[in-house]
């Protein structure tokens, strides 16, 4: 069989139990020589753990005489997406729920080659995670696949995920090791967010592609006017990125794409704003195409910190309804709930759960469908403030 073959051939695997497994030679040495391979959740962060993983796989292909893989930002960037995704949306599989493959979300990191990859969920330690991998014969051929040149990882909850590629990594120096001092100056170089900060109440009201052109509609508080929205659009493994000034509280876009992605009738669209002095930071991200969802809001209500919340989307589509809700804690820091609604076969979805203490006051409620491939249906957006004693119909 050829490589990419069995490199395309793989299947989920889910950690169902957590006795020790067998795994490859030398395990006990290389437990010993990665740092934190049996650090649990709260003993070490999730960039260490997830960090263990690699250097585990590292370790055991050096004992079989195989090419060690170096980071590949691109690469952890997509398996962390991946990892987080998977987890926002309860589901667990290679292709995600948007339809994309590991090669296609590799090529929208910027990596310019197909990818393989390996999940687990459920793994409680990295020596655990990477004993299943090396007690699944499909993951182990993948991890000790010869070809691989870069490896990315990414780590969300109890998911865990290993992209594999074949291309060498960029040659500026960076591999990855450093992904969690990035993410840290980047944090330290974002605008100052105050307190009292108003929430920016991002709601898109039309995603679509047509005729090679991305046309968009978003709301946003106008307190944002003259901030900067980033926008990224991921299509046939591509990922086109730009910024589009708020006016009057409005997000417009009209925009060619380039030509690699003028023949697609749909793809993955990005929205971030990195907040500012008056404004929290706010992000979304749903499907852009022709078919409407028809997400409609029937009732909405918050009493007693239990928030109730039911509507309607078109038959054809299947997934879930996320609930996303910002709010203020009692420190003035800024906190986010998020719930899942199930749509049912006839495109109802309901969601009733009772927030966290900090929550029950309430906040801003963005209700979202992320959008459905097969039918190429678009994601859709519906913002409300809702706070403790209110109901709407």
């Known amino acids: 069989?050829?490589?990419?073959?069995?490199?395309?051939r793989l299947t989920a695997l889910t950690a169902l139990t957590g006795a020790a497994l067998a795994?490859?030679?030398?395990?006990?040495?290389?437990?010993?020589?990665?740092?934190?391979?049996?650090?649990?959740?709260?003993?070490?962060?999730?960039?260490?753990?997830?960090?263990?993983?690699?250097?585990?796989?590292?370790?055991?292909?050096?004992?079989?005489?195989?090419?060690?893989?170096?980071l590949d930002p691109r690469l952890s960037e997509s398996a962390q997406r991946h990892a987080e995704d998977m987890r926002a949306r309860n589901y667990f599989a290679h292709i995600s729920l948007d339809g994309l493959s590991p090669s296609d979300r590799a090529r929208a990191a910027g990596y310019p080659m197909g990818a393989g990859e390996n999940l687990v969920r459920g793994g409680q330690t990295a020596a655990h995670t990477v004993a299943l991998w090396l007690n699944s014969p499909s993951h182990r051929d993948n991890l000790l696949l010869e070809r691989y040149r870069g490896i990315g990882m990414g780590l969300s909850g109890d998911y865990w995920a290993h992209t594999f590629g074949y291309a060498e990594p960029p040659a500026d120096g960076r591999t990855g090791l450093e992904s969690?001092?990035?993410?840290?100056?980047?944090?330290?170089?974002?605008?100052?967010?105050?307190?009292?900060?108003?929430?920016a109440k991002l709601q898109v009201r039309r995603a679509g592609v047509v005729d090679g052109r991305l046309d968009l509609l978003a709301d946003i508080t106008s307190r944002a006017d003259g901030g900067q929205v980033t926008i990224h659009f991921m299509a046939n493994g591509r990922r086109t990125s730009f910024t589009q000034r708020v006016s009057q509280g409005i997000v417009r876009v009209r925009r060619d794409l380039p030509r690699g992605q003028r023949n697609t009738s749909t793809g993955i669209v990005e929205l971030h704003f990195a907040?500012?002095?008056l404004v929290r930071p706010a992000a979304v991200r749903l499907r852009a195409a022709r078919g409407s969802a028809r997400l409609e809001r029937e009732w909405l209500s918050l009493r007693d910190g239990v928030l109730l919340a039911r509507g309607?989307?078109?038959?054809?589509?299947?997934?879930?309804?996320?609930?996303?809700?910002?709010?203020a804690r009692s420190d003035g820091s800024v906190g986010?709930?998020?719930?899942?609604?199930?749509?049912?076969?006839?495109?109802?979805?309901?969601?009733?759960?009772?927030?966290?203490?900090?929550?029950?006051?309430?906040?801003?409620l963005s209700i979202q469908f992320t959008g459905y491939y097969?039918?190429?249906?678009?994601?859709?957006?519906?913002?409300?403030?809702?706070?403790?004693?209110?109901a709407f119909e």
């Open 23 to 70: 795994a490859g030679p030398g395990v006990a040495a290389a437990q010993a020589a990665c740092a934190h391979a049996d650090a649990k959740p709260g003993e070490a962060s999730a960039d260490q753990r997830a960090l263990a993983t690699v250097c585990l796989v590292n370790e055991e292909r050096r004992q079989r005489g195989l090419r060690i893989l170096r």
């Open 180 to 199: 969690g001092a990035q993410r840290a100056e980047a944090a330290a170089s974002a605008p100052v967010v105050a307190p009292g900060a108003h929430p």
């Open 312 to 327: 309607t989307i078109t038959g054809r589509a299947e997934g879930a309804v996320r609930l996303i809700l910002s709010y």
């Open 374 to 390: 097969p039918e190429r249906i678009r994601g859709e957006q519906i913002a409300k403030e809702v706070l403790d004693g209110q």
């Open 336 to 364: 986010e709930w998020q719930g899942r609604a199930s749509v049912d076969r006839d495109g109802d979805w309901r969601l009733e759960e009772q927030l966290p203490t900090d929550a029950r006051g309430g906040g801003h």
């Open 275 to 277: 907040g500012s002095e």
């Open 1 to 8: 069989m050829a490589p990419l073959t069995r490199a395309l």
